[in-house]
């Protein structure tokens, strides 16, 4: 039996997911959370063969999971379910420690069998966004990434310095780096094409 434990915000699409997986008879779901945090105590608390989560979550985020997880050293592996289907999302998330990487419009039997590849200790990627993934490397660093997701939330650069424990000319020049290195003419439209290609 191949336990699995679900993360996904949306408690319809959670409900969903648990009865799909429970139809088959190798698989048993032993953990529901709706937020990235409470999936990361699920996992410690039940050791599950396989955690599948959604990437964009309250508290922890998906990749904050698979790379949390990674950090520790658990075996458990992680697949991430989802409706963006955009390689820089992928690229991210392969390199946070994800096994696995399958949009949400997938036939559902796929999932199943992508937790099965995974347990077995491989890999479940959809080939032709794979592809895409290594086409077009993203240029952002960690820090640039990190400023430009707060500054697209309407945060001003004082209060991203507080955050970030960082001083505001710091905050700028990160700014500054993001909106060039995307050949954006602002932080708005640097968000906007970060986000369009899965970066952000």
Do not use: C
Not at 163 to 177: A, F
């Amino acid at each position: 039996m191949i336990r699995v434990v679900l993360a996904e915000d949306q408690a319809m699409v959670l409900g969903a997911l648990g009865a799909l997986l429970e139809m088959e008879a190798d698989l048993q779901v032993v953990g529901k959370a709706q937020n990235g945090n409470d999936a990361l105590t699920l996992v410690f608390k039940l050791d599950p063969d396989v955690v599948v989560t959604d990437i964009e979550m309250p508290g922890r985020t998906g990749l904050d999971l698979a790379r949390e997880l990674k950090q520790q050293g658990k075996r458990t592996g992680v697949i991430i379910l989802t409706t963006f289907a955009r390689p820089g999302y992928l690229r991210r998330a392969l390199d946070a420690g994800a096994s696995g990487y399958l949009l949400k419009d997938a036939p559902s039997h796929h999932l199943a069998e992508a937790i099965r590849r995974v347990h077995a200790g491989g890999r479940a990627v959809d080939p032709e966004l794979a592809a895409e993934a290594w086409s077009e490397a993203d240029p952002l660093t960690d820090r640039e990434r990190q400023v430009l997701r707060l500054a697209s939330e309407g945060r001003s650069t004082a209060d991203i310095a507080v955050d970030l424990k960082l001083s505001e000319g710091t905050v700028r020049n990160y700014l500054s780096e993001a909106i060039n290195k995307l050949g954006a003419k602002n932080r708005v439209e640097a968000a906007r094409v970060a986000r369009g290609k899965g970066w952000l």
